[in-house]
């Protein structure tokens, strides 16, 4: 992308609605821009981290054995009637008539709709276990949006779905979800602490919520430094009984908050040295709830024997739209961003220090078409404006590796290569620059 044909609106003030970083560098670096309270639109940058993000979400649910589907944001107020949520959720939901008279609502989340489209099409246990999952933008009429993306009201989320044929076989798969989340947040550049958790008002009796570390961040959170190395972050478990282990390993010692959990066993097994007290933002959250919904909604399955049982389910969500604000919590200085290269907007940038020099422009539109054709996805900046304004804005843009041409260098054939993460520059040869960006 030629940054003078691409809608890169960067800002050089802190917006002073802007309370912690990620909002601050959200607005600065053009990707996202505010409509309403917590409603907001993502301009080509955001989108593009939010896309990348939302293909990780995919790609390891696809791996953890997920089917995708795609369910309407307008749901009526029916379904939510039978099961009993319609007045229990209170002013959170947003609802509203359509010219029938008849009351809609702007979904919160989808139990109700996923196990009304579960029991018209599936009735034997042999189907099962089933886990259905959906991409899709939430309503959520906050009391207090904030910190831009983080808090939205309206805000994207993945909500799986699992369904089976008993509580054993849903905890199962509740397992599965659980250990995929770690993988899933680990490729996004993350450790996420996993916390047993209060239900709200999705309900039910077994949940954790899925942590990673902000100064920002809503909760408290006391864990085990030694949880980022263990092998269920990155290493595929064959068998159940090895996820079955890991799960209690994982939920047993390395990590607790204050109000949900006694603190003695984390107390005697860390030692003092490992235990970190932080502040978490919440990025997942999965719930077993049984037959909660099942039952007054009629999702039932015969079993083995023939019988007719309330299907048992859970339900899993990540919030894809709070994660970009999330891991910029997590990624950035004083300058900007920091982009962790797997959701990068961009692989490598290119600053043409003179846009008015035949030599700088034939230089860096080469370099522009290899790097194009290395699959770098390159960003270059074209635009014709002064040296110090490109290089701040790159800062605060955050791309991995910036490689900058100017008439000085390229006398010689040389380009500077710059780490975005550790701040090194070195003087490349121009031939050999992309192939030091590949290598990394
Ligand atoms: N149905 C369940 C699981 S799919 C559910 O709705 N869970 S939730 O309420 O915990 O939301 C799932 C995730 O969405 C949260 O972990 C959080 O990361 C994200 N989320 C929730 N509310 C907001 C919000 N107002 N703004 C941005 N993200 C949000």
Same mark, same amino acid.
């Given at each position: 992308?030629?940054?003078?044909?691409?809608?890169?609106?960067?800002?050089?003030?802190?917006?002073?609605?802007?309370?912690?970083?990620?909002?601050?560098?959200?607005?600065?670096?053009?990707?996202?821009?505010?409509?309403?309270?917590?409603?907001?639109?993502?301009?080509?940058?955001?989108?593009?981290?939010?896309?990348?993000?939302?293909?990780?979400?995919?790609?390891?649910?696809?791996?953890?054995?997920?089917?995708?589907?795609?369910?309407?944001?307008?749901?009526?107020?029916?379904?939510?009637?039978?099961?009993?949520?319609?007045?229990?959720?209170?002013?959170?939901?947003?609802?509203?008539?359509?010219?029938?008279?008849?009351?809609?609502?702007?979904?919160?989340?989808?139990?109700?709709?996923?196990?009304?489209?579960?029991?018209?099409?599936?009735?034997?246990?042999?189907?099962?276990?089933?886990?259905?999952?959906?991409?899709?933008?939430?309503?959520?009429?906050?009391?207090?949006?904030?910190?831009?993306?983080?808090?939205?009201?309206?805000?994207?989320?993945?909500?799986?779905?699992?369904?089976?044929?008993?509580?054993?076989?849903?905890?199962?798969?509740?397992?599965?979800?659980? $250990?995929?989340?770690?993988?899933?947040?680990?490729?996004?550049?993350?450790?996420?602490?996993?916390?047993?958790?209060?239900?709200?008002? $999705?309900?039910?009796?077994?949940?954790?919520?899925?942590?990673?570390?902000?100064?920002?961040?809503?909760?408290?959170?006391?864990?085990?430094?030694?949880?980022?190395?263990?092998?269920?972050?990155?290493?595929?478990?064959?068998?159940?009984?090895?996820?079955?282990?890991?799960?209690?390993?994982?939920?047993?010692?390395?990590?607790?908050?204050?109000?949900?959990?006694?603190?003695?066993?984390?107390?005697?097994?860390?030692?003092?040295?490992?235990?970190?007290?932080?502040?978490?933002?919440?990025?997942?959250?999965?719930?077993?709830?049984?037959?909660?919904?099942?039952?007054?909604?009629?999702?039932?399955?015969?079993?083995?024997?023939?019988?007719?049982?309330?299907?048992?389910?859970?339900?899993?969500?990540?919030?894809?739209?709070?994660?970009?604000?999330?891991?910029?919590?997590?990624?950035?200085?004083?300058?900007?961003? $920091?982009?962790?290269?797997?959701?990068?907007?961009?692989?490598?940038?290119?600053?043409?220090?003179?846009?008015?020099?035949?030599?700088?422009?034939?230089?860096?539109?080469?370099?522009?078409?290899?790097?194009?054709?290395?699959?770098?996805?390159?960003?270059?900046?074209?635009?014709?404006?002064?040296?110090?304004?490109?290089?701040?804005?790159?800062?605060?843009?955050?791309?991995?590796?910036?490689?900058?041409?100017?008439?000085?260098?390229?006398?010689?054939?040389?380009?500077?290569?710059?780490?975005?993460?550790?701040?090194?520059?070195?003087?490349?040869?121009?031939?050999?620059?992309?192939?030091?960006?590949?290598?990394?």
């Amino acid at each position: 992308m030629r940054w003078s044909r691409y809608f890169l609106p960067t800002m050089k003030d802190t917006p002073a609605e802007a309370q912690i970083a990620s909002h601050r560098y959200m607005l600065r670096a053009g990707m996202v821009r505010q409509n309403a309270a917590g409603i907001y639109t993502w301009l080509p940058m955001g989108l593009k981290v939010l896309s990348k993000i939302a293909d990780i979400v995919r790609d390891e649910q696809a791996r953890a054995g997920a089917n995708e589907v795609l369910m309407p944001t307008v749901q009526s107020a029916e379904l939510w009637q039978e099961s009993g949520r319609f007045d229990a959720y209170g002013p959170e939901m947003l609802r509203f008539e359509d010219r029938h008279g008849r009351t809609m609502l702007y979904g919160p989340t989808n139990e109700e709709m996923i196990t009304d489209i579960f029991k018209r099409d599936v009735q034997s246990y042999k189907n099962l276990p089933m886990n259905l999952y959906h991409i899709q933008w939430k309503f959520r009429d906050e009391v207090r949006p904030r910190f831009g993306v983080m808090r939205g009201r309206e805000f994207l989320m993945k909500d799986g779905y699992s369904f089976d044929v008993d509580k054993e076989a849903a905890e199962l798969a509740y397992k599965k979800v659980f $250990i995929s989340y770690l993988r899933t947040f680990r490729r996004l550049g993350l450790t996420a602490i996993p916390m047993q958790a209060d239900t709200g008002p $999705i309900g039910g009796d077994l949940s954790h919520e899925f942590l990673i570390q902000a100064e920002t961040g809503e909760s408290e959170v006391f864990f085990d430094s030694a949880i980022s190395g263990d092998r269920a972050f990155t290493e595929d478990l064959t068998s159940d009984a090895e996820l079955e282990a890991a799960f209690d390993r994982l939920t047993s010692a390395y990590a607790r908050t204050d109000e949900t959990h006694e603190s003695a066993l984390f107390d005697a097994q860390v030692p003092e040295d490992r235990k970190v007290v932080s502040r978490g933002v919440e990025v997942g959250h999965i719930f077993y709830f049984g037959t909660k919904y099942s039952e007054p909604l009629g999702a039932t399955v015969s079993n083995a024997d023939g019988q007719d049982v309330p299907v048992h389910m859970g339900s899993y969500g990540i919030g894809v739209s709070r994660l970009v604000g999330g891991i910029i919590e997590a990624n950035h200085d004083d300058d900007g961003i $920091i982009w962790p290269s797997e959701i990068a907007p961009f692989g490598v940038g290119i600053i043409n220090l003179k846009t008015d020099d035949a030599a700088c422009n034939e230089a860096c539109d080469a370099l522009y078409a290899q790097a194009t054709a290395a699959g770098l996805d390159p960003l270059l900046d074209d635009r014709d404006m002064r040296p110090g304004g490109k290089f701040a804005d790159m800062e605060l843009i955050g791309l991995p590796w910036v490689i900058t041409i100017g008439p000085r260098g390229l006398k010689d054939g040389m380009a500077e290569l710059k780490n975005r993460r550790t701040g090194e520059k070195q003087d490349v040869a121009l031939a050999d620059v992309l192939a030091s960006v590949s290598a990394g």
